[in-house]
């Protein structure tokens, strides 16, 4: 099946720095990439659907300006934490379909990026 | 707007005994269906689907769930639990119109030796 990658898979940063998490889509091309968060022991909160060449349209409570999405490619999405604090910490996993025919409405998601702000 | 409830937050469970996780939707149009499983510090793997057709899918795994649009229920069900599927199950709802996938809040299966 299609191939979405995360990097990084962890990262640890003071507080008040950026983090940037990149989610490529390896093998097809996605024009459309959410981004969702997992808290410890909870479910996937949907944060983002990113739009290639568009901008991000945000879930009802995600600060869009705290929260920064690209989506440069049809291949590659980012997702920006501005000046990250201990809240932000969490576990944040990006998912594409794959439209070419082959995906059947499956999403495929990274294998997630954890994000600890000390 | 679309929402799944998961009843069982966790539901543990001896080897080789029978197991069903279950699963409510709510949704105003037509929907598809998922099903994932995250074991720890990993992402998502999908374990089935329902687009249309039959309403009893199979999956990997031996893994099977079955549709009912009245209940509006998509219940998984394996006949006989191993160790290595203790990990954490999500139940997943997309409409037929958008890509969003909205997920329930999870349930932690726990097999017990």
């Known amino acids: 099946g299609a191939v979405v990658s995360q990097h990084p898979s962890w990262v640890i940063c003071k507080s008040g720095t950026s983090v940037k998490i990149e989610c490529r889509s390896l093998?097809?091309?996605?024009?459309?990439m959410f981004w969702y968060r997992q808290f410890p022991k909870q479910s996937l909160m949907l944060m983002a659907t990113s739009n290639e060449g568009s901008k991000a349209t945000y879930e009802q409570g995600v600060e869009k300006d705290k929260f920064l999405i690209n989506h440069a490619s049809l291949t590659l999405s980012t997702l920006t934490v501005t000046s990250a604090h201990p809240e932000d910490s969490s576990f944040y996993i990006c998912?594409?379909?794959?439209?070419?025919?082959?995906?059947?409405?499956?999403?495929?998601f990274g294998p997630g990026t954890r994000l600890t702000v000390l | 707007a679309q929402s799944v409830t998961q009843l069982d937050s966790q539901v543990p469970v001896f080897e080789e005994a029978p197991v069903e996780l279950r699963c409510n939707y709510s949704?105003?149009?037509?929907?598809?269906l998922f099903w994932y499983v995250q074991y720890p510090n990993q992402g998502l793997q999908l374990l089935l689907k329902y687009l249309s057709g039959s309403t009893l899918v199979k999956g990997i795994n031996g893994f099977e769930a079955e549709f009912n649009k009245s209940q509006t229920s998509f219940h998984l069900r394996k006949p006989s639990v191993h160790i290595s599927d203790t990990a954490e199950y999500f139940c997943a709802v997309s409409d037929i119109w958008n890509d969003k996938v909205i997920f329930g809040p999870g349930t932690s299966l726990s097999v017990i030796p």
């Open positions: 998912s594409a379909r794959d439209r070419s025919g082959g995906g059947g409405y499956e999403q495929f």
């Open positions: 949704s105003s149009v037509s929907v598809y």
């Open positions: 093998d097809f091309q996605a024009t459309t």
